[in-house]
């Protein structure tokens, strides 16, 4: 067997013309993967003002409208890319909450459902108010959140609700700033 080179130490000179070209290397490399991030919004800068009419309901769940609207324009007002108005804005959101759907995602030891995933879903609709125009339309979102079967399913779903809304404006609003 040949001598071990564990232990010992070994004195490599690399020219400092190989040590540039190593760094502009890695610089590059760097830059490059970087060269499509954008900080911010895609939103085109015209847009600052957004209106947002109460949600239509298509569901047979009352009142859903009115709590995804109050969300959705707290959700805007958190993010303070648009600024929501009530009048003259440059954009137009028209959201109908289309679908409120329970299914059981999880089983315990026979038929009984254990968890659920509660998911509510909206088609929307932004517009550019000035040049009258759909920027897009009839799209759905859609917001959701697991919860445990308790006792009383109703009350766990109610419980649920904020966090499956909370998640819809979250997605609504990244389609409104970011979905271009």
Same mark, same amino acid.
């Given at each position: ?16 013309? %190989?040590?540039?070209? &190593? ?6 490399? !760097?830059? =490059?993967?970087?060269?499509? /991030? @954008? ?57 109908? %909450?289309?679908?409120? &759907? ?6 315990? !030891?026979? =038929?009984?459902?254990?968890? /659920? @995933? ?57 389609? %409104?700033?970011?979905?271009?």
């Amino acid at each position: 067997m040949g001598p071990s080179l564990i232990g010992k130490e070994r004195n490599v000179k690399i020219p400092f013309a %190989v040590k540039v070209m &190593v760094f502009l290397l890695v610089a590059c490399m !760097g830059l =490059a993967g970087c060269a499509g /991030y @954008r900080v911010g919004t895609l939103l085109p800068e015209r847009y600052k003002t957004i209106g947002v009419p109460m949600f239509k309901n298509a569901t047979n769940q009352p009142n859903i409208e009115s709590l995804a609207t109050n969300v959705v324009i707290e959700q805007l007002n958190v993010d303070r890319t648009l600024q929501v108005v009530n009048r003259d804005p440059d954009l137009l959101l028209e959201c109908e %909450v289309v679908g409120y &759907v329970r299914t059981p995602i999880r089983y315990a !030891g026979g =038929a009984r459902p254990q968890e /659920y @995933r509660l998911t509510i879903t909206v088609s929307a609709t932004l517009s550019d108010v000035r040049e009258g125009k759909d920027l897009w339309s009839n799209r759905p979102i859609s917001g959701n959140f697991d919860f445990p079967a308790g006792g009383d399913l109703h009350s766990s779903e109610r419980m649920a609700l904020p966090m499956v809304m909370e998640d819809l404006a979250h997605d609504v609003v990244e389609a %409104v700033v970011e979905g271009w």
